[in-house]
């Protein structure tokens, strides 16, 4: 058995672990990007206004030799996302401290902040021209006059898979500061039309071309992108790929003769393997498979003459890469047990900056060398904690029903005793291809931390599917989803309870998306838990395909539709067994959730009243998929810390 331990920073003997508020308001890093000239590295700082119920973010500034921070950005509102030019003269940034998302700049000492432009409606995706004169920016259309006219004279309507806002490039001319009037910059459309919209993009090496990907339609259930290459002075569009599944990510090679890009390589399933890498040539052609040497998703940050750089997972660990474009040769670039994101490179290639952590805590900010590397540490996020008892992780191996191995993140009071039974509550990470990490996260819908400070034990499952194992470990659930998983989360239990420090008769789940359908599976296909929470997960895969805003996902993952093959709906599907179902159940769910739409949880609600099983159902008003308001989140946090006190301590719960 494989045992990798980490730990957080050390605390006080008798500090406690922090509240739901306490875990929300903790300062966190937001991005981070080194200065072409490696001088500075400008990072995101996000934060809790719990006076105006929402998440902001501000800029600062790290100087790289002395490591000297200061806050760059100041006010309400968010300053996010911010892009060097290529002298490292200035930043552009994105705020919307003025309604709306628009494009500011300032320079990296310090001073006011100037608006760039004042365009019609918010910016996405923005990035410099190579020579700094311009920057690329993507936008969704306003709403037509033909619009306007219709809702005066029928109302306010939706025409489902007809009314489409599309997403189209524009450039802004960027002059000297001392010549900047505020808000005055006039854009310059780039793409037109309702023939496609916009996706990711890059500006070739020489700022002549633009090489994106673009969906005919801007629907998650439609054909995916194709990728596109326009040329900036005649706007002349061509596509240079199109096949059958998504080609994304595009990368200009150094000499902007090739683009390296994300493809399924026309493969009809590709939603749970790897994606493949290709290049191709700016003016179209037969793609060329990179054989890449790595069995996980690479994800394409920069094409250079050392190499092409891309970051991936290894098991529970994140790292940067480097591949040889033409062997496949892949070479890591960070050290064992990693967990680094967030990578920018200098123009000279010599420094790099990132974020993540090498010990389990909170991520920080970063700069080193690329070779060798010796990173140095920027922030001090981790020092927020100093006041807290955090538990302790480490990733732990045990064999599924049908012998596959898993791991898992365990999480253990500081001073566990193996000689002791503890309760086990089990935390299920969504995705399918998401992936827990022995690393610490601020609380937030569940609470770990008040969970392992009252006296448990919490397990965290990488099970089948999760993304850094690999494309077969990640198609082992495909027409097997829930009943493979659950097998991984009850072997991973029963694992524990050999071990003789899980106390059987207190155990819980819970889990959020495909977290919370794997607990909604084991809700009603077995006895084995005291307490379930269901977190914006699916009950029945009929109504999740008919509702959601994704119907090919479960067109891939059960290779089938529910006119097609029924019997792998059926077998799938909490709702299928709900008469067996025992266990008391908590649902939680965003009252306009597109991607799991609640009709999953009010039909599993009424199926446990119905066969008279307890159940709880919160619903959280303005909400999609995820919740992403202080207040709100701090609510789904005490609501299981309350459901799983009832049933797994047998506390009652306060009157409210």
Same mark, same amino acid.
């Given at each position: 058995?494989?045992?990798?331990?980490?730990?957080?920073?050390?605390?006080?003997?008798?500090?406690?672990?922090? &509240?739901?508020?306490?875990?929300?308001?903790?300062?966190?890093?937001?991005?981070?990007?080194?200065?072409?000239?490696?001088?500075?590295?400008?990072?995101?700082?996000?934060?809790?206004?719990?006076?105006?119920?929402?998440?902001?973010?501000?800029?600062?500034?790290?100087?790289?030799?002395?490591? $000297?921070?200061?806050?760059?950005?100041?006010?309400?509102?968010? %300053?996010?996302?911010?892009?060097?030019?290529?002298?490292?003269?200035?930043?552009?940034?994105?705020?919307?401290?003025?309604?709306?998302?628009?494009?500011?700049?300032?320079? @990296?000492?310090?001073?006011?902040?100037?608006?760039?432009?004042?365009?019609?409606?918010?910016?996405?995706?923005?990035?410099?021209?190579?020579?700094?004169? *311009?920057?690329?920016?993507?936008?969704?259309?306003?709403?037509?006059?033909?619009?306007?006219? +219709?809702?005066?004279?029928?109302?306010?309507?939706?025409?489902?898979?007809?009314?489409?806002?599309?997403?189209?490039? *524009?450039?802004?001319?960027?002059?000297?500061?001392?010549?900047?009037?505020?808000?005055?910059?006039?854009?310059?459309?780039?793409?037109?039309?309702?023939?496609?919209? !916009?996706?990711?993009?890059?500006?070739? @090496?020489?700022?002549?071309?633009?090489?994106?990907?673009?969906?005919?339609?801007?629907?998650? %259930?439609?054909?995916?992108?194709?990728?596109?290459?326009?040329?900036?002075?005649?706007?002349?569009?061509?596509?240079?790929?199109?096949? +059958?599944?998504?080609?994304?990510?595009?990368?200009?090679?150094?000499?902007? &003769?090739?683009?390296?890009?994300?493809?399924?390589?026309?493969?009809?399933?590709?939603?749970?393997?790897?994606? +493949?890498?290709? &290049? !191709?040539?700016? #003016?179209?052609?037969?793609?060329?498979?990179?054989?890449?040497?790595?069995?996980?998703?690479?994800?394409?940050?920069?094409?250079?003459?050392?190499?092409?750089?891309?970051?991936?997972?290894?098991?529970?660990?994140?790292?940067?890469?480097?591949?040889?474009?033409?062997?496949?040769?892949?070479?890591?670039?960070?050290?064992?047990? %990693?967990?680094?994101?967030?990578?920018?490179?200098?123009?000279?290639?010599?420094?790099?900056?990132?974020?993540?952590?090498?010990?389990?805590?909170?991520? #920080?900010?970063?700069?080193?060398?690329?070779?060798?590397?010796?990173?140095?540490?920027?922030?001090?996020?981790?020092?927020?904690?100093?006041?807290? $008892?955090?538990?302790?992780?480490?990733?732990?191996?045990?064999?599924?029903?049908?012998?596959?191995?898993?791991?898992?993140?365990?999480?253990?009071?500081?001073?566990?005793?193996?000689?002791?039974?503890?309760?086990?509550?089990?935390?299920?990470?969504?995705?399918?291809?998401?992936?827990?990490?022995?690393?610490?996260?601020?609380?937030?819908?569940? @609470?770990?931390?008040? =969970?392992?400070?009252?006296?448990?034990?919490?397990?965290?499952?990488?099970?089948?599917?999760?993304?850094?194992?690999?494309?077969?470990?990640?198609?082992?659930?495909?027409?097997?989803?829930?009943?493979?998983?659950?097998?991984?989360?009850?072997?991973?239990?029963?694992?524990?309870?050999?071990?003789?420090?899980?106390?059987?008769?207190?155990?819980?789940?819970?889990?959020?998306?495909?977290?919370?359908?794997?607990?909604?599976?084991?809700?009603?296909?077995?006895?084995? =838990?005291?307490?379930?929470?269901?977190?914006?997960?699916?009950?029945?895969?009929?109504?999740?395909?008919?509702?959601?805003?994704?119907?090919?996902?479960?067109?891939?993952?059960?290779?089938?539709?529910?006119?097609?093959?029924?019997?792998?709906?059926?077998?799938?599907?909490?709702?299928?067994?709900?008469?067996?179902?025992?266990?008391?159940?908590?649902?939680?769910?965003?009252?306009?959730?597109? +991607?799991?739409?609640?009709?999953?949880?009010?039909?599993?609600?009424?199926?446990?009243?119905?066969?008279? !099983?307890?159940? $709880?159902?919160?619903?959280?008003?303005?909400?999609?998929?995820?919740?992403? $308001?202080?207040?709100?989140?701090?609510?789904?946090?005490?609501?299981?810390? #309350?459901?799983?006190? #009832?049933?797994?301590?047998?506390?009652?719960?306060?009157?409210?």
């Amino acid at each position: 058995m494989k045992y990798a331990a980490w730990f957080v920073t050390a605390v006080s003997l008798f500090a406690q672990a922090p &509240t739901a508020e306490q875990s929300i308001s903790l300062r966190r890093q937001a991005g981070a990007v080194i200065s072409p000239d490696g001088r500075f590295v400008a990072y995101g700082v996000r934060k809790a206004n719990w006076e105006d119920n929402s998440f902001e973010t501000e800029i600062w500034i790290a100087d790289s030799a002395t490591g $000297k921070r200061y806050r760059l950005t100041g006010g309400k509102k968010s %300053s996010e996302d911010p892009v060097w030019a290529p002298d490292s003269s200035r930043l552009a940034f994105a705020s919307d401290r003025e309604g709306k998302r628009q494009l500011y700049l300032i320079a @990296p000492t310090g001073g006011e902040a100037v608006q760039l432009l004042s365009h019609e409606t918010t910016i996405n995706r923005f990035e410099w021209s190579p020579d700094g004169k *311009w920057i690329y920016f993507t936008a969704s259309d306003a709403e037509p006059k033909t619009m306007k006219d +219709r809702k005066e004279k029928y109302g306010d309507y939706q025409l489902v898979s007809g009314d489409y806002t599309r997403t189209h490039l *524009w450039r802004v001319p960027v002059p000297a500061m001392d010549d900047l009037a505020p808000g005055k910059a006039k854009a310059e459309r780039l793409t037109e039309g309702d023939a496609l919209s !916009v996706q990711a993009f890059a500006v070739s @090496p020489d700022g002549s071309r633009i090489a994106f990907s673009g969906q005919q339609v801007p629907d998650l %259930s439609a054909e995916p992108s194709d990728l596109y290459v326009l040329s900036v002075g005649d706007k002349m569009l061509k596509k240079v790929v199109e096949q +059958r599944g998504p080609d994304s990510n595009p990368v200009w090679s150094p000499d902007g &003769t090739r683009i390296a890009f994300s493809t399924a390589n026309g493969e009809e399933y590709y939603y749970y393997k790897n994606n +493949r890498i290709a &290049t !191709v040539s700016p #003016e179209g052609g037969k793609p060329s498979l990179i054989p890449l040497k790595f069995d996980e998703n690479a994800n394409l940050l920069k094409w250079t003459p050392d190499g092409l750089y891309f970051t991936g997972f290894e098991k529970t660990y994140a790292h940067l890469f480097r591949a040889n474009p033409e062997t496949g040769a892949v070479e890591r670039v960070t050290p064992d047990r %990693s967990l680094l994101y967030d990578f920018t490179l200098t123009k000279d290639r010599q420094w790099i900056s990132f974020a993540g952590s090498f010990d389990g805590s909170l991520p #920080e900010v970063w700069v080193s060398r690329l070779k060798p590397f010796e990173p140095r540490k920027l922030t001090n996020f981790a020092d927020q904690l100093k006041d807290f $008892k955090i538990a302790s992780r480490e990733v732990i191996e045990w064999k599924s029903t049908d012998g596959t191995p898993i791991e898992g993140v365990l999480v253990k009071p500081r001073d566990f005793d193996p000689s002791k039974k503890y309760p086990l509550l089990v935390v299920i990470h969504g995705g399918p291809t998401g992936i827990d990490m022995p690393q610490f996260q601020p609380d937030a819908y569940y @609470p770990i931390e008040r =969970f392992v400070a009252k006296g448990a034990l919490v397990l965290r499952p990488n099970y089948r599917g999760s993304a850094g194992y690999g494309e077969k470990f990640r198609s082992l659930n495909v027409r097997n989803l829930g009943v493979g998983d659950a097998w991984d989360v009850l072997s991973g239990v029963d694992h524990l309870i050999a071990k003789g420090y899980v106390d059987k008769e207190r155990v819980g789940a819970m889990g959020w998306s495909q977290g919370g359908y794997i607990s909604a599976y084991l809700t009603t296909t077995t006895a084995r =838990f005291k307490a379930i929470s269901v977190g914006a997960g699916i009950s029945n895969w009929m109504t999740y395909y008919v509702n959601t805003d994704i119907h090919p996902f479960t067109r891939q993952y059960l290779k089938a539709t529910p006119w097609d093959d029924p019997e792998i709906y059926r077998k799938t599907s909490p709702m299928s067994f709900i008469k067996g179902a025992k266990t008391p159940t908590l649902i939680q769910h965003g009252e306009f959730d597109r +991607r799991v739409p609640i009709p999953n949880a009010y039909e599993l609600l009424q199926g446990l009243v119905d066969v008279g !099983v307890p159940a $709880k159902m919160y619903v959280y008003k303005g909400f999609g998929h995820g919740i992403t $308001k202080p207040r709100e989140l701090r609510a789904v946090a005490d609501h299981n810390y #309350e459901w799983f006190a #009832e049933y797994i301590w047998n506390e009652k719960p306060a009157a409210k």
